[in-house]
């Protein structure tokens, strides 16, 4: 107790020197937080968004689908098994069918895909009850797109565009279809190069009725399926290119949170040796006085140590308005930020986990007391007399 | 009287054009398509061509000598430009094969890559190697007559008869003397016209009568579309087998 009580005696007692080491402890203490909740924040903002839009609570793919590869495309389609189909009726599942076109916005040829859905459906937060049938027209193609593909086709809604495709004999066929909506999604995969149409409609123009290419499946769904011939992808695998994004970006995080503590451990680290080099005949006088070398270098150790303490009150003090206020707003995203294809909203709310928030103090002491600790390693070393003649260095 | 000679001169000229339509259009479609047939297919061919794609700020020209023969095998190998030059292509059934001397690489083409787009033209591996006699995968009615190229000719209509087929319906302007289409028009299952083939410099060539130049179209996207120009063809020659081998890629 003592060691604790002279350890932050002398830390006041240093004036100006311990708060400039504080305040730049403090400030790396709060931008590792800040960005790491950042990283956070649009982690479950990505990971919530991709399961409400595209992914689901897991998917069945037909065995021939790869998303990689759009050629597969063309030969990934049939009637969906009986297990799958069971969940389908009790709206546990809703069936997607992919075929490959070309659209001809204004004489310009563009390659999308054509994705069936159905109207009905619940499960994806795409609004597909847009795709409202004309019962006047049977030549009616309804479509909903993504505002990303509305920007890119320069279509508004209600207007109409030419789009080319083959059957599943690979007889082409061609016919307009009409943009009834276009959503706003921060998931540019179910965007970008898509246009959705009813489910029914595309399997009767590609000669595919009841054909599908995967099932999404609702996150109230209980029993799925065994042993079908149709792969079950879980929410791990469907999300794992963002988990990939994720990893690699906390790894960048470290890096930057690693630089930004070495300056702060620095200053810490230079004072340390400062102090030991000016205060040898404390040292000494500690020693003749009849503290052990360890009980000597215990309080140095906590001298150092306590730099981080308070750096993290004082970190507290003018960083968490700032984290609060910053948790609020949100911070806005350039309009091509989701260029990459990963879900990217508008604003990311930065999200400071408990978890998070005590890994980085422990960070912080842990950090603070081995470069405490590391010039105190000498005064182990020294003799007495040599000390309080100012000798030791 | 004069009025009644007037109706009668009208009538008479009304049933000579009827019977000449009939006899023209009363010609089995099937019968005109084989002469079509004749003209076009062979047993197998040796071809010199040109293939320029008009692009939106340029335009490029390929050459490339091609053997091929009926409708499985067939060889063509880049003559110019130089970028283009030495690559070669092998076609033996429904399988493609490239070999490009810059990658020195043979890489296999097929499924469904072979419906795109050859070196960015308007025309797919798939139409180039779609070389199945007309009559023998479209039903086919005569429409009518017209002139074009300053030639009469017949109005074809053609219904696919096969399933696996790219256009399920084509319209044809076949010379009605000499048996060559002179304007192709193929639609989708909707009836949305999706390409247009112009062909003229018909040439007599081994007895038969041959488009030596094609301008396809893409009627859905602006362009001027692909030119194919015919410079040399031989018909029913001798072509050693070892051409249609993998080992003539390299």
């Known amino acids: 107790m003592l060691e604790f009580k002279l350890a932050l005696k002398n830390l006041l007692g240093s004036g100006l020197r311990t708060w400039l080491n504080v305040t730049v402890l403090s400030i790396a203490f709060v931008i590792i937080i800040f960005y790491n909740g950042m990283l956070d924040g649009w982690n479950m903002q990505a990971t919530n968004d991709t399961r409400a839009w595209e992914t689901g609570a897991g998917q069945f793919w037909h065995p021939d689908y790869n998303p990689y590869d759009p050629f597969t495309f063309a030969d990934s389609h049939s009637k969906m098994e009986e297990g799958i189909l069971a969940l389908e009726e009790k709206e546990m599942a809703t069936p997607v069918l992919i075929t490959q076109a070309t659209g001809y916005p204004g004489g310009r040829l563009v390659n999308i895909l054509l994705k069936g859905v159905s109207p009905n459906q619940k499960i994806l937060s795409i609004p597909s009850h847009l795709l409202k049938d004309n019962p006047d027209d049977p030549y009616y193609i309804p479509a909903i797109i993504g505002n990303r593909m509305a920007q890119n086709l320069r279509l508004k809604e209600g207007e109409r565009v030419l789009v080319r495709w083959r059957d599943a004999n690979g007889t082409f066929d061609a016919r307009e279809v009409t943009i009834t909506g276009i959503f706003k999604t921060t998931v540019p995969t179910i965007d970008a190069g898509q246009i959705w149409i009813p489910l029914e409609k595309l399997q009767e123009l590609t000669s595919m009725t009841g054909e599908a290419t995967y099932a999404v499946i609702s996150p109230n769904a209980a029993d799925l399926p065994e042993h079908t011939k149709w792969i079950y992808k879980d929410d791990k695998a469907l999300l794992k290119d963002l988990a990939d994004i994720m990893a690699a970006k906390k790894g960048s995080s470290r890096v930057i949170s690693s630089l930004l503590l070495a300056i702060a451990l620095l200053a810490i680290f230079d004072t340390q040796i400062l102090s030991i080099f000016r205060r040898q005949k404390e040292i000494g006088t500690y020693i003749a006085l009849g503290m052990t070398r360890m009980r000597v270098v215990r309080l140095f150790t906590i001298e150092g140590t306590t730099h981080s303490f308070l750096a993290i009150l004082v970190g507290m003090a003018w960083g968490m308005p700032l984290l609060l206020w910053i948790q609020r707003n949100g911070i806005p995203m350039p309009a091509n930020a989701d260029q990459a294809g990963v879900a990217i909203a508008d604003k990311i709310t930065p999200y400071y986990g408990g978890g998070m928030i005590m890994a980085t103090v422990l960070l912080v002491v842990l950090s603070s007391l081995i470069v405490s600790y590391m010039p105190t390693k000498r005064i182990s070393k020294m003799k007495p007399t040599d000390a309080l003649r100012g000798k030791l260095v | ?250």
């Open chain 2, 1 to 250: 009287m004069k009025i009644f000679n007037n109706t009668f001169t009208r009538i008479i000229l009304i049933i000579i054009s009827t019977l000449i339509t009939l006899q023209l259009t009363g010609q089995n479609g099937k019968e005109i398509l084989e002469k079509v047939d004749q003209n076009l297919s062979s047993k197998n061919r040796i071809i010199e061509s040109s293939l320029t794609i008009h692009g939106r700020r340029s335009s490029r020209t390929i050459t490339s000598r091609s053997w091929t023969e009926g409708d499985k095998k067939s060889f063509t190998e880049y003559l110019t430009p130089a970028s283009e030059a030495g690559t070669k292509m092998l076609k033996l059934d429904g399988q493609l094969w490239i070999y490009t001397p810059s990658a020195d690489r043979t890489i296999q083409i097929s499924g469904h890559l072979l419906r795109q787009s050859v070196m960015g033209s308007d025309l797919s591996y798939e139409d180039m190697m779609d070389d199945r006699k007309l009559s023998d995968v479209y039903n086919v009615t005569v429409t009518g007559k017209d002139t074009l190229q300053k030639r009469d000719v017949l109005v074809l209509e053609l219904v696919a008869k096969v399933s696996d087929i790219a256009y399920y319906k084509q319209k044809m302007w076949i010379d009605a003397e000499r048996y060559v289409p002179l304007r192709q028009e193929m639609y989708a299952r909707s009836g949305q016209l999706l390409k247009r083939a112009e062909l003229t410099e018909v040439k007599r060539i081994q007895n038969r009568w041959y488009p030596s130049k094609v301008v396809y179209k893409d009627m859905l996207k602006d362009g001027k579309g692909t030119e194919f120009v015919t410079s040399s063809i031989k018909f029913d020659q001798t072509i050693p087998e070892h051409i249609f081998s993998k080992a003539s890629l390299r």
